[in-house]
């Protein structure tokens, strides 16, 4: 699969186009996927999923607040396996906004993608001020010469549902339903950088984590099971996410203590999986009571990693 920003994308071959933001790629999407490759197979025609970034609600709403579950860089890892040819960014402006219903589908869809088949919602609007909808997308259809398949209202609706349901699940931090809903571990990714050091001193030294894209949605504050790949190697490790209230933390942090490892990992940047929540992040009386909790964090860690026999 080839990503593409859409000025850039100069293929004159005919395609078959499906339209959406495509966050936290799950199995509901991948069903849309394997209909735009069938049609795309079927007819030889190039698959394109033409995505927005910025998020519309960030630009048109100002809402620097909304979080994504999937950062662009991950939905492309993601759609790499599912046989799509092309993935397009179009640049979401308030000036594209404006554009009309007319002129998105001529410039964009026709003249820019040379689209032969648009699958598309039965609820997708479009144009300035979303004004247009399925009906008038058939209409330009039969004027710009393209055929319309309408994703079933059953299909588009369990989407919304399950996206709903897995960012709920990772607000409250209920990772293992959010991985189901998925299809795949939640996971995000981010540079070691250099922390304050209290996980050395108390004997369980960690890897601070910035987070490669601020928009990307971190869970519920807590402890979890994680797993990610140093040097070809799969390792495990305990992961708070918060404050270090017991050391009266100011700053929200993501710390990982890995298991069995000492190695130098600083300003490598890695992919995390979560794979289940532990606990919640605790404020304790004293360092001992954290260093005792932190021990049975290890072994509940321990005990998960034991009962995959690896």
Do not use: C, W
Request: glycine share 6%.
């Amino acid at each position: 699969m080839i990503r593409e920003n859409l000025q850039d994308y100069n293929s004159t071959k005919p395609s078959v186009v499906t339209i959406g933001t495509f966050d936290g790629v799950h199995i509901g999407h991948t069903k849309i996927i394997n209909q735009l490759t069938t049609i795309s197979l079927k007819n030889n025609l190039k698959s394109i999923l033409l995505s927005f970034f910025p998020h519309p609600k960030m630009v048109l709403q100002n809402d620097n607040e909304l979080k994504l579950i999937n950062t662009i860089q991950e939905k492309e890892g993601l759609l790499n396996s599912l046989n799509l040819d092309y993935l397009i960014i179009k640049e979401f402006t308030k000036e594209f906004s404006r554009l009309s219903a007319l002129e998105f589908v001529r410039d964009i869809l026709v003249n820019k993608l040379n689209a032969k088949h648009i699958i598309i919602g039965y609820d997708h609007h479009f144009g300035r001020n979303r004004t247009a909808n399925i009906e008038q997308l058939k209409e330009f259809g039969e004027l710009y010469d393209f055929k319309v398949t309408e994703i079933l209202a059953q299909d588009i609706d369990d989407i919304a549902i399950s996206s709903t349901k897995i960012r709920k699940a990772l607000i409250n931090g209920e990772i293992k339903l959010a991985n189901k809903f998925l299809g795949y571990n939640f996971f995000f990714s981010g540079d070691v950088v250099h922390g304050n050091n209290i996980g050395k001193t108390i004997s369980f030294p960690t890897a601070n984590i910035k987070v490669d894209q601020p928009y990307k949605l971190i869970p519920k504050n807590g402890v979890y099971i994680v797993k990610t790949i140093i040097d070809n190697q799969t390792t495990f490790g305990m992961m708070n996410i918060g404050y270090n209230p017991t050391f009266d933390g100011k700053q929200k942090s993501i710390e990982i203590h890995f298991l069995n490892f000492n190695k130098n990992i600083y300003h490598k940047n890695l992919t995390i999986e979560m794979i289940m929540r532990i606990r919640n992040e605790i404020r304790f009386n004293s360092v001992d009571d954290l260093k005792k909790q932190l021990g049975q964090d290890k072994l509940s860690t321990l005990n998960y990693i034991n009962s995959l026999n690896i």
